[in-house]
């Protein structure tokens, strides 16, 4: 038998120098039978993570990424500073008034990550530093923060920790007046907790090993995290189980879903040890959310609404028989969410692909519409923890506008600006140009695409075009801005947006028609969104740069295994590639929930339709783009093996001198570095990869 990996001990011409030959991983078939039909996986055996030789391989691929990018390391480094002398290193957030005191993060030079703090009483007082997550990250690689929870009455806060990227977090408790930790230290917990308003209550939910958040704990401050209280156990592994607090503070709600399904339950938070009671028991395809206000909860739900509309119900009987209609089902806005004020009740929706608030006076029922005048932009609601103010908090941004903090008086409908990211370097917003144009899909669907370039931009299919997608589980791609695409557009690159269906950008529909057996939509969304910037001469295919990553990497592989001749170049982050294979593993996190999203290949039609477009299943015999792949080894989403496996059959199969690497972050999860430093060096990396390709000039 062949050694895992060999490497050939000739080197290779390339236009930028020599380089070795790439690793090839060994195959090592592993036969199982589905629906009648043989299946053959010859790197199955990359799974094996505790395997020597698993690891050899991926770092083999390592040090040939390394040394097929080493004549661009002084580039990197260029990219690199050019990256980091636009951000202000030293830099403080919006404070948040909560209660007495102003809570905000800050920023030092040279340090990896924030540090929590707070003023009491005003922003004059002396600074209180809460947590140094710098502090926190000494001796680990990576650190990656999960909750951070201040108690009620701000004396004690509880905050999580995962130093793997494995997405499993310790959860701390730290008195704020001693700044000592408590000794209640409880492993294995998820992205929620919350306190009851007795400041020595906090209900947790941990994980179980598909790292599935199943259980739903009660721990009383100081007891033995053993011995907690089993508040509820999700038994359906479709299930997540969720706990959160409503704005009013008034209600701990535990919220059950998964892709189509939800129910949430409710109990008073000042009666921790109660029994929580249910609004609506699940059925199938029935969806909905809850606030709370007064003596009503606020609904919204799909019930008869598949662009979702508001109910109200008392909170004294809340079940869906009692439900009333506040807010109508409408076929052209899609109803997001609602955040419940004393006096104010704000909606957030969307229309024809742009985000909307409406501002509505509980008091007079008066309502209007908050005004955003760029064509393409993006709005999101702050924290806004004070239920009884009348002001309103949010972010706001597009492709030339940087980050935005406004302060909205919902009574006067003024806005105060109190901070906008600050771009060093002499960035001028007025030198680039933002628009929305419409590719037509093959069933002639118009499907939007967000533009931004720098002013002067001559359409003679000359300039360089970076296409990025995602398009799945109903997530938007917004439109937002970053500082560090002007690396971009500042060499001539056109940076664009495919808002294709499998997103929610035009309505529920648009999810709908984007996923289980229309899933192919998103993938020649994609291609339609393509060929109509090199039909309108924004780009040509010799130019065309394309990136996802995650479900967004599903995109990547199936567009490049039916269109390879389109792009130039691939970037795919993390890819979900192996879809047939990972959806037949019950056993792998996120598999059984997300049944709802591509479909059970144990059902044959869903076997043979996903087979169709799985990235895996798909490689061919021919010429594929240059293509960057990266991956890591602790990621719980979508595991090191599916981008290993792709790549080690792409190596195997594909024909011509056109790159392929593979970079794995050996100590990290799906989101890669966690420290702000080392993101930026990955970003730098990932375009000196595509400006070596393209020729573009330092």
């Not at 990290?668 to 990869?689: K, M, T, V, W």
Request: aromatic share 12%; with cysteine; charged share 25%.
């Amino acid at each position: 038998m062949l050694p895992i990996i060999y490497w050939l001990a000739t080197t290779a011409p390339t236009a930028s120098g020599t380089a070795l030959n790439p690793p090839v991983a060994k195959t090592d078939p592993k036969t199982d039978t589905v629906h009648g039909e043989a299946r053959v996986d010859d790197y199955f055996w990359l799974r094996e993570k505790s395997n020597p030789e698993v690891i050899e391989y991926l770092e083999a691929e390592n040090r040939h990424t390394e040394a097929m990018m080493q004549h661009t390391e002084d580039f990197q480094e260029q990219l690199y500073q050019e990256l980091l002398g636009r951000i202000k290193e030293t830099d403080l957030s919006v404070p948040e008034k909560m209660g007495d005191y102003y809570y905000y993060t800050r920023t030092e030079e040279g340090k990896q990550y924030p540090i929590y703090c707070r003023k009491k009483g005003s922003l004059e007082a002396e600074e209180e530093i809460l947590l140094d997550q710098n502090a926190l990250a000494e001796g680990h690689e990576y650190l990656e923060m999960g909750v951070y929870k201040i108690s009620p009455n701000h004396q004690l806060l509880a905050y999580s920790t995962d130093t793997t990227g494995g997405e499993s977090y310790t959860l701390y408790v730290k008195d704020l007046n001693t700044g000592q930790l408590l000794s209640d230290q409880i492993p294995n917990t998820y992205y929620s907790v919350e306190w009851a308003n007795d400041n020595r209550t906090l209900f947790y939910t941990t994980l179980d090993a598909a790292k599935r958040p199943y259980k739903l704990h009660r721990h009383q401050l100081g007891s033995d995290p053993a011995a907690d209280v089993l508040i509820y156990h999700e038994t359906d592994e479709s299930f997540f189980l969720d706990v959160s607090k409503t704005r009013s503070q008034a209600y701990l709600l535990m919220e059950l879903e998964n892709i189509n399904t939800s129910e949430v339950h409710y109990l008073e938070a000042d009666q921790p040890t109660g029994d929580f009671k249910v609004i609506s028991p699940r059925q199938s395809e029935l969806e909905y959310s809850v606030e709370h206000h007064d003596d009503q909860f606020l609904i919204v739900t799909n019930s008869d609404a598949v662009n979702f509309k508001l109910m109200r119900a008392s909170v004294n009987n809340p079940s869906r028989a009692n439900w009333e209609e506040v807010i109508p089902h409408r076929e052209t806005v899609k109803l997001d969410s609602v955040s419940a004020f004393q006096n104010h009740l704000v909606i957030s929706e969307r229309e024809d692909g742009l985000q909307k608030i409406r501002v509505r006076n509980l008091t007079t029922n008066e309502e209007h519409t908050v005004d955003f005048l760029e064509p393409v932009y993006t709005v999101r609601q702050g924290r806004n923890p004070e239920f009884n103010a009348n002001t309103l908090r949010f972010n706001y941004g597009s492709l030339v506008t940087p980050m935005s903090v406004f302060d909205y008086e919902m009574d006067a409908r003024t806005r105060e600006l109190k901070k906008q990211d600050e771009v060093l370097g002499g960035y001028d917003p007025s030198l680039y140009e933002s628009e929305r144009i419409f590719a037509k899909a093959a069933d002639g669907t118009a499907i939007p695409i967000s533009l931004v370039y720098k002013k002067g931009l001559v359409k003679d299919g000359e300039s360089p075009l970076l296409l990025y997608g995602y398009g799945s589980y109903g997530i938007n791609s917004d439109p937002y801005f970053s500082s560090n695409r002007l690396s971009l557009l500042d060499r001539g690159f056109i940076y664009a947006i495919g808002h294709i269906r499998g997103g929610e950008e035009m309505g529920r529909i648009w999810y709908e028609n984007g996923k289980l057996l229309q899933k192919r939509n998103t993938f020649t969304d994609f291609i339609a969104c393509a060929e109509h910037l090199i039909a309108e001469k924004y780009t040509a295919s010799d130019k065309l740069v394309i990136q996802g990553g995650s479900a967004g990497g599903l995109l990547m592989g199936a567009v490049t295994n039916m269109r390879p001749e389109l792009f130039e170049i691939v970037i795919a982050k993390v890819p979900f590639v192996d879809v047939v294979n990972t959806m037949l593993d019950a056993s792998i996190p996120l598999t059984v929930i997300e049944y709802d999203e591509w479909g059970n290949p144990n059902e044959k039609e869903f076997y043979n339709y996903i087979k169709s477009y799985s990235p895996y299943d798909n490689i061919e015999t021919k010429e594929y783009p240059h293509i960057l792949v990266t991956a890591g080894l602790n990621d719980p989403r979508v595991h090191y093996w599916e981008p290993a496996k792709w790549t080690a059959k792409l190596r195997a199969l594909k024909r011509g001198d056109n790159r392929l690497l593979l970079k794995t972050e050996m100590g990290a999860g799906h989101g890669g570095p966690s420290g702000r430093y080392d993101y930026l060096r990955e970003i730098a990396f990932e375009y000196a990869f595509i400006f070596d390709l393209l020729g573009v000039e330092k």
